[in-house]
């Protein structure tokens, strides 16, 4: 008896266990691991990456908001990045799920940036990271759905 999306994305019990294909699983500690560096790079480099990584004019008025801005944006990322962490170390059977949150995470982040347009001196990383998650948490998500269907046709 197939296993319906619901009970594939939100199990009954967090436990460790990885119900069908481990590829979503090592996408995510990719991602994890990639949201730690990012984060932290927001909280401590001198210009939290506005100027050197965006390209943000830092040279006007306020600048100091900016980087400030900056600064706590990386502090919830690196927030979100713990919270992947754990479930990768302790609550693997959450996987599909943290996918869908980082679909829908990067959906936001893009919305925001349709909504609030900002004029870059050149696009940043995450202009381009943004599609690349779209189309890897679409995959790994399809992929965490059809394997928790399999694995629940053979348990049963």
């Known amino acids: ?3 319906n999306v619901f009970e ?3 199990p009954a019990t967090a436990d460790n266990t990885i119900r069908g294909s481990r590829v979503p699983l090592y996408f995510f500690v990719l991602i994890a691991a990639i949201g ?6 927001h909280i401590f480099a001198p210009d ?3 100027g050197s990584i965006a390209g943000v004019d830092l040279a006007v008025a306020g600048a100091d908001k900016v980087i400030f801005a900056f600064a706590l944006w990386g502090s919830a ?3 979100y990045a713990l919270l992947q962490w754990v479930v990768i170390l302790r609550f693997r059977s959450l996987i599909p799920l943290m996918w869908g949150i980082q679909l829908l995470e990067t959906l936001g ?4 940036g349709r909504v609030k347009p900002v004029a870059f001196a050149h696009a940043p990383p995450g202009a381009y990271q943004n599609y690349i998650y779209l ?9 965490s759905l059809l394997g928790g269907w399999k694995a629940a046709g053979k348990s049963g």
């Open 1 to 3: 008896m197939k296993r």
């Open 8 to 10: 594939i994305l939100l």
């Open 36 to 41: 730690v560096v990012r984060s932290c790079i």
């Open 48 to 50: 939290g990456g506005a």
């Open 77 to 79: 990322q690196l927030i």
């Open 109 to 112: 982040r893009m919305l925001v």
């Open 135 to 143: 189309v890897l948490s679409a995959a790994m998500i399809a992929l």
